[in-house]
Structures are given as structure tokens and as C-alpha cells.
């Protein structure tokens, strides 16, 4: 994508992500598990430590793809950030921390409430 929209492709996915997880209005985590796996975006484990991460298996934008260390799924994130804030009514930060790009087996992303 870098190579057709440039450096601000990273941003553009985010964003667009973003503004598609607020428009679902969905109401909970168990409703963006359910959408992820009945639109075949990914299957989706939310885990809860200390910091609520999200990971994405069979990932629709990095599945497959060989490791180009970098991370690939900021539509993902923006999209995770989306729902969250929708459902939260609070600002996220989300950054990815594992990919098929860095040669990892799933997506992982670490949220952040503000």
C-alpha cells in the first residue's frame, strides 16, 4: 500500500478502520468477535491481563504473507479502535504488536483506555 498511497498509507488504513468500527455500532466484545468471524475478517481472542490485548488469527490482511518485519494491520487497528471507543465511550490507543509480517503466527494488539 506504501508503494501506491505513499507514507501516509499507514494513517489512511487506520483511519478508515477506525471510522468503519464506529459506524457498526456494535455493543460489546462478544459482538465484534461475532462480526469478525461471520465476515471472515479473522478469529478473534480478546485477552485480559494487565492490558487488554486483542488477537486476530487467520488475520484478512496478513494471513499468509511472508515476514517483512513490519507490522501490516493498521486498518485492524483502527478498526478495534473503532468498536472500542463506540462501546467504551472513551478514547483508545492501539498499537500492534505481533503480525504475520514481524513472522508471527497471529496479530496481536495492545489497547490503552485514555
Known amino acids: 500500500m506504501e508503494r501506491y498511497l505513499g507514507a501516509g498509507a499507514n494513517a489512511v488504513l487506520y483511519a478508515s478502520g477506525k471510522e468503519f468500527g464506529e ?15 461471520d465476515n471472515k475478517i479473522g478469529i478473534v481472542e480478546v485477552i485480559n491481563e494487565d492490558l487488554l490485548r ?6 484478512i490482511t496478513c494471513a499468509g504473507l511472508p515476514k517483512m518485519d513490519k507490522t501490516l494491520c493498521h486498518f485492524e487497528g483502527g478498526f478495534i479502535a473503532g468498536c472500542l ?28 483506555v485514555l
Do not use: M
Open 23 to 37: 459506524s457498526l455500532n456494535l455493543k460489546s466484545i462478544d459482538e465484534i468477535i461475532k462480526f469478525c468471524k
Open 54 to 59: 486483542i488477537r486476530f488469527y487467520e488475520c
Open 85 to 112: 471507543e463506540k462501546i467504551l465511550g472513551k478514547k483508545v490507543q492501539v498499537k500492534e504488536t505481533h503480525c504475520a509480517g514481524l513472522g508471527n503466527d497471529f496479530c496481536q494488539f495492545e489497547v490503552k
